[in-house]
């Protein structure tokens, strides 16, 4: 009998109902049982609410240790920054791969898993001028963080079996990226799998040239927080799309175990489409692929994930793809793709 998986659900603006369609249909489709605990994100709903419906999401994540989050918008408030700080997620974890039947521009093969720092570095102090003409701010390093990413970023690598470079500008930033560099090469000896992985360090400059002109050298890369968001559109705008994304927020408990993590798509609402069928749930239902392979459903995760690319490379897609299937034939398509590929 299939293992019962709660997971919570956390609804948002804009398409996010029209993703949520699809996620629920294909979670039915597979061979899972999922229980879904559902929290309102929906901007009137956190107008209405106010704090207490970000108390109850994360009470519910914290309990469930597995969330999947539509797309919200931010008016007031980013729902993504208060949550990070609530559940403390301390690393971002987005893989990046060639999506078959994507026309791009690159036309080598990205096969990324960029793992990055999800806090500091020069994202938390707004700055402040220095009389009129200058400005300075504060780039914080810190030490916990780094190795909670260092850890799970060894796990990541030696469970698939792949590189792990680590990426920084470790000859300039001598203080702040040698620190998080020392973090690394302590984590690789202290970890006794960690030995098994073939860790390397590139300064940031280099590796982004090396991942244009030689992209299969590069696996698992673990990087700080600015570099990693600079990383993780360069290597979706070699895919082709920013919009194609997802990603898993995770938060550790003392002992360095992923306590939470929080998949979503790394688009938006997308408002100009909003309920007219013609929200692409590629990302969401990435996202969702990656939920299942956390939940401990490697074969259900692997058949939606190769369902989906099957039905991109067949030029079963969405408008936005240049296809010509609305969010729900495109959804039932990608059920149809996973079932063959669960047969198979
Ligand atoms: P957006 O990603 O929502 O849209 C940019 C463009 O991409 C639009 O033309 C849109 O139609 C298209 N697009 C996005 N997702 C699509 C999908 N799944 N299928 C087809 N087309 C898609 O970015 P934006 O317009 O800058 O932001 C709109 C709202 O989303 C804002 O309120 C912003 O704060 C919010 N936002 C939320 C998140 C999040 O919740 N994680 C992330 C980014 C932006």
Redesign the pocket.
Known sequence: MAKRHEVTELL????AEE?CRSVRAVAASLPVEIAFDTVNLEHSNRRAAGRPIYDQAAASMRRTGAGI???????EE???AVLRKLLKFAVIHRPVTTIPGLKTHFTGKIDLDIVRVATGGTYEDPGQMIGDYAAVSLRMVDRKTCEQAAHYAFSVAARDRKSLTSSSKYTIQRVTDGLFEDIVADVAKEMTFAGQVEHRRELFDALLAKLVMKPEAFQVILVLNEYGDFLSDLASGLIGS??LGASVSLAFDDRGRVSVGMF??????????AGQD???????LLAFSLLLAHLGEPKAAGALRRGLFDCLDAKEA???LGGDLGTQAFTEAVIRRAAERLKG
């Open positions: 948002g603006d804009g398409i993703l989050k539509y797309p919200t918008a931010t008016i980013s729902p993504n920013l919009g979503d798509a790394v688009h938006g609402t997308a408002p100009d489409i013609k929200a692409n749930p590629t990302a969401i969405t408008p936005d």
